[in-house]
């Protein structure tokens, strides 16, 4: 099942506001990554964090790997329309090579 | 253009039938993978893939097959559909398995 706690569960901002979103688990993981999925297709990676303290920027995406391995989150600055869809965070835990374990999700809905 | 493809798009079964969800991807990733993705589950891994000739087991296995005869194709087989197997379906693929994966567009699929 899952191990991550992702929230918020959703968001509703306006266009040009920051958004923030994280991960947190009672587990220590090796990686965190941060996914975007619009409606009908596959997850995007959208930032990969490999480093406890990491913080990692992909244009107005930032986001950083917790300095207790345990967390992550992830940070949107001035939101613009095309920013709307579901977040996940996923990571790999210390002792599971290649499987992902997910977050149930972030719904940002952006209104102009 | 590199990535992942699955088909079909979509698929509507009659429980008890046969079916093979195909994916194909030409990024020569040593790792493959499928999901499925439910309202409220999130993304729960099937089986994977570490290389080619194995596989294995991830968190809800039961009904599914997988085979690797290749690098590239990582076929799953439902031996005999129920409507709990109603789900969309991600492949995915990584380098290795302790970074990031790569996800295709997904196979929506309804059993009846």
């Known amino acids: 099942g899952q191990q991550l706690n992702q929230s918020p569960q959703s968001m509703f901002i306006q266009e040009g506001e920051d958004v923030s979103m994280n991960c947190t688990s009672s587990?220590?993981?090796?990686?965190w990554l941060w996914y975007k999925q619009d409606p009908g297709e596959g997850p995007v990676l959208l930032i990969a964090?490999?480093?406890?303290?990491e913080l990692t920027s992909n244009g107005r995406l930032t986001a950083q790997f917790g300095i207790t391995r345990k967390d992550s989150f992830l940070n949107i600055s001035a939101s613009i329309p095309s920013d709307v869809g579901i977040y996940f965070c996923?990571?790999?835990?210390?002792?599971?090579?290649?499987?992902?374990?997910f977050g149930a999700g972030t719904q940002v809905v952006v209104t102009p | 253009i590199a990535g992942i493809t699955q088909a079909p798009t979509s698929q509507i079964l009659a429980a008890g039938r046969r079916m093979t969800l195909r994916c194909t991807q030409d990024?020569?990733?040593?790792?493959m993978y499928w999901y499925r993705q439910d309202l409220g589950l999130g993304l729960r891994l099937i089986h994977y893939s570490n290389t080619a000739g194995t596989t294995g087991k991830g968190e809800v296995p039961d009904g599914y097959s997988v085979s690797r005869a290749n690098t590239d194709d990582f076929p799953l087989t439902l031996a005999s559909a129920v409507p709990s197997q109603t789900s969309v379906y991600f492949c995915?693929?990584?380098?290795?398995?302790?970074?990031?994966?790569?996800f295709g567009p997904g196979t929506r699929l309804t059993v009846l």
């Open positions: 587990s220590i993981f090796n990686t």
């Open positions: 990024m020569r990733h040593n790792a």
């Open positions: 964090l490999y480093k406890a303290g």
């Open positions: 996923a990571g790999h835990l210390t002792d599971s090579w290649g499987k992902l374990q």
């Open positions: 995915a693929s990584s380098d290795r398995g302790d970074n990031e994966q790569f």
